[in-house]
């Protein structure tokens, strides 16, 4: 038998939630399809466990896209403030860490229940473990293939994500089904992932594994001012997945860290002060004490103040404030908190995430070719992809 609704909702994650809450709450029939065994499970293990549901800030210019304008409709009409209301109408207590993230006090699993609760509200079906073996146009909707039978919508939803995490159950599906219907697509690759280093460079970099220290990176003309963190692969830290975003194979980012301080004045003042102290320990005073170590050893300027020259100084200066590195890769989708790339936004309406070519199609979240900074910026694009397609269903 056939089951028939008005909107089938591929995927129970952030996007295809809100959507069918949205659709939902209008008084469409939804179903939503997921084959894992709990919705929202990138939500569960976001944010460190507390969910960083949005941030403050969000705007356009906080997302990669090779059309920036197209996010802009979606995040105007459903803004951080629309999902925080949502959040406050739930009772879930929240606080704002930094630079306009706003994280649950407790738990992330509240935001699941949250959204539960919504499309409870509005007579959502949800059904999870279930496989999608096919998709076809009808002609009034679409018949979709499923372990469970035949199911007909006239609208159907993709929200499968993209192929970040694969032992979480991502896949590209959703890349799969805009193929199918020709719809053209933004080559995919990992974002917000660790970078890694060859051999060699991660060998003279083993002493510093463990440090975390503030930083610039900068890639051509974008700079993300955060923490950076070494690791046993190579880099990581939010200033380092800012900046994977951005960085291509080939390419160097530059390491500036400390970048409040003046690290060159500060070692002459030293050297005036007392010419007797080794750069490194004046160093230590404001970097990890390996990390002085390292730039000094590296060098060779192990001998007092004193007798270092300007040039010396600022060279050594120069190291630690304009570091150029050449990442040979990233740790890829295992650990790639999201996908850059796309589905093609020319090939979707803005105002309601349909595909222009094929009527009641609809790509939401993060399998469009929209890829927001780390911050809260990506649940964002999912609350409000799904509210302004629900809103169109
Ligand atoms: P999402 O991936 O959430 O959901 C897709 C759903 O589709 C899943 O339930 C999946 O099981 C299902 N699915 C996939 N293939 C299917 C198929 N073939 N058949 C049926 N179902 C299928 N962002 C942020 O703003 N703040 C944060 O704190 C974090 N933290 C974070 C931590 C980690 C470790 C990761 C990996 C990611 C984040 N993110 C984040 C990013 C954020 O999780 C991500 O952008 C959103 O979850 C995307 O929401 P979607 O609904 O588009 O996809």
Same mark, same amino acid.
């Given at each position: 038998m056939t089951r028939k609704f008005d909107v089938v909702v591929l995927g129970a994650g952030g996007a295809g939630m809100m959507c069918a809450i949205r659709a939902g709450g209008r008084g469409r029939s939804v179903l939503v399809l997921d084959h894992?065994?709990?919705?929202g499970e990138k939500i569960r293990i976001s944010g460190g466990g =507390?969910?960083?549901? *949005?941030?403050?800030?969000?705007?356009?210019?906080?997302y990669l896209s090779?059309?920036?304008?197209?996010?802009k409709s979606a995040l105007a009409r459903y803004t951080p403030r629309d999902f925080l209301d949502m959040v406050e109408r739930h009772g879930i207590a929240w606080h704002e860490k930094t630079l306009g993230q706003l994280f649950c006090d407790d738990s992330a699993k509240d935001i699941i229940r949250m959204l539960l609760s919504e499309m409870k509200a509005a007579n959502v079906v949800l059904e999870l473990q279930?496989?999608?073996t096919s998709i076809e146009k009808a002609p009034e909707g679409f018949r979709i293939g499923t372990s469970d039978g035949p199911v007909e919508a006239a609208s159907l939803v993709v929200a *499968?994500?993209?192929?970040?995490?694969?032992? @979480?159950?991502? *896949?590209g599906f959703a890349y799969d089904i805009a193929r199918q219907f020709e719809l053209k697509i933004v080559e995919t690759r990992p974002a917000l992932v660790p970078l890694t280093l060859d051999p060699n460079l991660l060998e003279k970099l083993?002493?510093?594994?463990g440090i975390a220290v503030p930083a610039e990176v900068r890639h051509g003309r974008t700079a993300f001012r955060e923490a950076l963190l070494f690791t046993h692969r190579g880099l990581s830290g939010p200033s380092i997945l800012q900046i994977s975003s951005y960085w291509r194979e080939g390419d160097d980012v530059t390491l500036v860290i400390e970048? +409040?301080? +003046?690290i060159a004045a500060m070692l002459k003042t030293a050297r005036k002060a007392?010419?007797?102290?080794a750069a490194q320990t004046v160093l230590a005073e404001v970097l990890p004490k390996r990390l002085a170590q390292f730039f000094v050893e590296a060098r060779g300027l192990t001998a007092h103040l004193a007798d270092l020259p300007d040039k010396a100084i600022e060279g050594l200066a120069a190291s630690i404030q304009t570091w150029a590195i050449r990442p040979a890769g990233s740790e890829g989708? =295992?650990?790639?908190e999201v996908t850059l790339?796309?589905? +093609?936004?020319?090939?979707? +309406?803005?105002? *309601? @995430?349909?595909?222009k070519a094929v009527s009641g199609l609809y790509f939401i979240g993060e399998c469009v070719d929209v890829t927001g900074w780390l911050g809260g910026y990506n649940f964002q694009w999912a609350w409000a992809s799904g509210h302004v397609c629900g809103d169109a269903l």
């Amino acid at each position: 038998m056939t089951r028939k609704f008005d909107v089938v909702v591929l995927g129970a994650g952030g996007a295809g939630m809100m959507c069918a809450i949205r659709a939902g709450g209008r008084g469409r029939s939804v179903l939503v399809l997921d084959h894992a065994k709990s919705p929202g499970e990138k939500i569960r293990i976001s944010g460190g466990g =507390r969910c960083n549901f *949005t941030n403050i800030h969000a705007s356009a210019k906080n997302y990669l896209s090779a059309n920036p304008h197209f996010a802009k409709s979606a995040l105007a009409r459903y803004t951080p403030r629309d999902f925080l209301d949502m959040v406050e109408r739930h009772g879930i207590a929240w606080h704002e860490k930094t630079l306009g993230q706003l994280f649950c006090d407790d738990s992330a699993k509240d935001i699941i229940r949250m959204l539960l609760s919504e499309m409870k509200a509005a007579n959502v079906v949800l059904e999870l473990q279930k496989q999608v073996t096919s998709i076809e146009k009808a002609p009034e909707g679409f018949r979709i293939g499923t372990s469970d039978g035949p199911v007909e919508a006239a609208s159907l939803v993709v929200a *499968t994500g993209g192929k970040s995490i694969p032992k @979480m159950g991502a *896949t590209g599906f959703a890349y799969d089904i805009a193929r199918q219907f020709e719809l053209k697509i933004v080559e995919t690759r990992p974002a917000l992932v660790p970078l890694t280093l060859d051999p060699n460079l991660l060998e003279k970099l083993s002493p510093l594994s463990g440090i975390a220290v503030p930083a610039e990176v900068r890639h051509g003309r974008t700079a993300f001012r955060e923490a950076l963190l070494f690791t046993h692969r190579g880099l990581s830290g939010p200033s380092i997945l800012q900046i994977s975003s951005y960085w291509r194979e080939g390419d160097d980012v530059t390491l500036v860290i400390e970048p +409040d301080l +003046d690290i060159a004045a500060m070692l002459k003042t030293a050297r005036k002060a007392n010419g007797r102290q080794a750069a490194q320990t004046v160093l230590a005073e404001v970097l990890p004490k390996r990390l002085a170590q390292f730039f000094v050893e590296a060098r060779g300027l192990t001998a007092h103040l004193a007798d270092l020259p300007d040039k010396a100084i600022e060279g050594l200066a120069a190291s630690i404030q304009t570091w150029a590195i050449r990442p040979a890769g990233s740790e890829g989708y =295992r650990t790639a908190e999201v996908t850059l790339g796309g589905i +093609d936004t020319s090939e979707l +309406d803005s105002k *309601t @995430m349909q595909a222009k070519a094929v009527s009641g199609l609809y790509f939401i979240g993060e399998c469009v070719d929209v890829t927001g900074w780390l911050g809260g910026y990506n649940f964002q694009w999912a609350w409000a992809s799904g509210h302004v397609c629900g809103d169109a269903l």
